[in-house]
């Protein structure tokens, strides 16, 4: 470091107009003792200690790229918006001068993911970004997220678990596991699609719908009865969404299929949004209280761990370290 060097010369100086040599020794403590009272302040120098805890800090806690931030911000205002979001708002978002905020939505407009559809500086979604959306594969994602879940679900309660997503009024398949812990098991539905009404992963997967929003997306067709448990009414079908909200599962007896029953929670990303559902199928047989509420705690608690795999604050990430629950497999009977 110059300043040691400069010191070092200083000694060096004294000494010869005091006619000595300075010894090599007395130079190695000189530095040392500069070293300790070093004190990092921008430009100067850092001691060794010092030194090494900024390195490790700086390993750990990865600077985030300002322009990138931002630009991230931006979309995020217009995502958010349900009318065309002028400069001047996006200017106040993001808390800086209006030209940098304009050459981040021109880049982002000449990239398709921003565009202005009355020609003024008032901004909407691109085209990019339905491009993007469109051509990801959203069900690979999730089975790539859960797919050890979903695995350790299967194991811990001894019965059949499946992942599922909503596809219009119909439940699909996209994964399971089977437990072999058992003689008799229900088989893996993966690939196939149920009715949303009547099942335990379609009324989770319409669990934040209300009675208008059912109307909507059933119209004025009937529900279909499949069992003489089917609920065939929206009123009541809007109910039962009430309280799946309010239980943070959903169950399905003897409704689809008379033989089975089922327990299901919702899967939801960061913002609430539900994107799918995990739940567990048994024989009728076994799910009866008290193991069918020790099954529903098992899948909530799935559900939860999945759901913090999926979000990206401080909270979920520690929540998506700390798998503790899944380590163990009991088999309740």
């Not at 990865?62 to 217009?78: I, K």
């Not at 909407?124 to 990801?136: D, F, H, K, N, T």
């Not at 009404?197 to 009937?222: M, N, Q, R, W």
């Not at 761990?305 to 009977?333: C, M, Q, R, V, W």
Request: glycine share 8%.
């Amino acid at each position: 470091m110059k300043s040691i060097k400069r010191r070092d010369q200083a000694v060096a100086s004294e000494a010869r107009t005091a006619g000595l040599r300075p010894s090599a020794t007395a130079l190695k403590a000189e530095r040392n003792d500069m070293g300790r009272r070093t004190v990092d302040r921008g430009d100067h120098s850092v001691g060794k200690g010092e030194k090494r805890a900024r390195v490790r800090r700086g390993a750990v806690e990865t600077p985030s790229v300002q322009s990138v931030e931002r630009a991230l911000s931006l979309l995020e205002a217009v995502a958010g918006s349900a009318d065309p979001v002028p400069l001047a708002r996006l200017t106040e978002i993001l808390e800086i001068d209006p030209s940098s905020v304009f050459r981040l939505a021109n880049t982002l407009k000449r990239r398709g993911f921003l565009a202005n559809p009355n020609g003024r500086k008032h901004y909407v979604l691109g085209p990019a970004i339905w491009r993007l959306s469109r051509e990801y594969d959203w069900s690979g994602m999730l089975i790539s997220v859960c797919r050890d879940a979903v695995k350790t679900l299967a194991t811990r309660t001894g019965e059949t678990a499946h992942l599922a997503v909503r596809d219009g009024r119909e439940v699909f398949f996209i994964d399971h596991h089977a437990s072999g812990d058992q003689g008799i098991i229900v088989p893996g539905q993966t690939g196939r699609r149920m009715p949303l009404h009547c099942t335990a992963h379609g009324k989770s997967l319409i669990v934040d719908f209300g009675l208008a929003e059912l109307k909507t997306l059933y119209g004025s067709a009937p529900l279909e009865r499949y069992t003489p448990r089917t609920c065939v009414s929206l009123p009541d079908l809007a109910k039962a969404c009430t309280r799946v909200r309010a239980d943070g599962f959903s169950t399905d007896d003897r409704e689809y299929l008379e033989d089975v029953s089922c327990v299901a929670a919702p899967i939801r990303d960061r913002d609430g949004l539900v994107l799918g559902s995990i739940g567990v199928s048994a024989p009728v047989t076994r799910m009866i209280e008290p193991r069918r509420s020790v099954m529903a705690q098992h899948v909530c608690d799935t559900a939860q761990h999945i759901n913090a795999l999926l979000g990206d604050s401080p909270a979920d990430k520690a929540l998506s370290y700390d798998a503790s629950f899944l380590l163990t497999t009991p088999n309740e009977s």
